[in-house]
């Protein structure tokens, strides 16, 4: 099949403004990822008291899986929680034997309301150890993004992944 999808650059812009006893005292900040020629992007009604699986990443994406992603070509990853007022627990799965199995380990963060979480590479991207708090530097493949919502009321998440 020939593709009628031609790549494009994707610019992200991240931008503090802030006056602090009359300095500014913001910044801004541009990340380039050129060649990109697939976006994952959706909002996500995550139900209360549950957890909702927002992305897969796999060396083969074959296995029909809709929120399954190529764990080699996703080059950027955002999750956003669109609520006004509740916050949600992101967790990111990792998968330490590499071998895209399911998740073996997890490492989760409050995500506020309004607030984003950005993250480049899935692949040897992220490393968990509980072990004496020690620092990490042997990355392993992320298997998945999952959201928990710990109050009985939905929350709106949107998500947005960029690949080459």
Partial sequence: MATTITNATLTVTLK????????NMGGT????IAN???????IVTCPGNSE?????FHSSVADGTLSALDIDDVKYIRVTNKDNS????LSLQSDVGEDDSSA???????LEAGKSFIMGVPNDGIGISDANANLVTDLVDLESIVIFTSSSDAV????FIAST
């Fill in 16 to 23: 503090e403004s802030i006056t602090l006893n009359g300095a």
């Fill in 29 to 32: 900040n541009t990340l380039t």
């Fill in 36 to 42: 990109v020629d697939e976006i994952f992007k959706r």
């Fill in 52 to 56: 909702t699986t927002l992305a897969h």
């Fill in 86 to 89: 509740q916050s949600c627990v």
């Fill in 104 to 110: 073996d380990e997890s490492a989760s963060l409050l």
């Fill in 156 to 159: 709106d998440v949107e998500v």
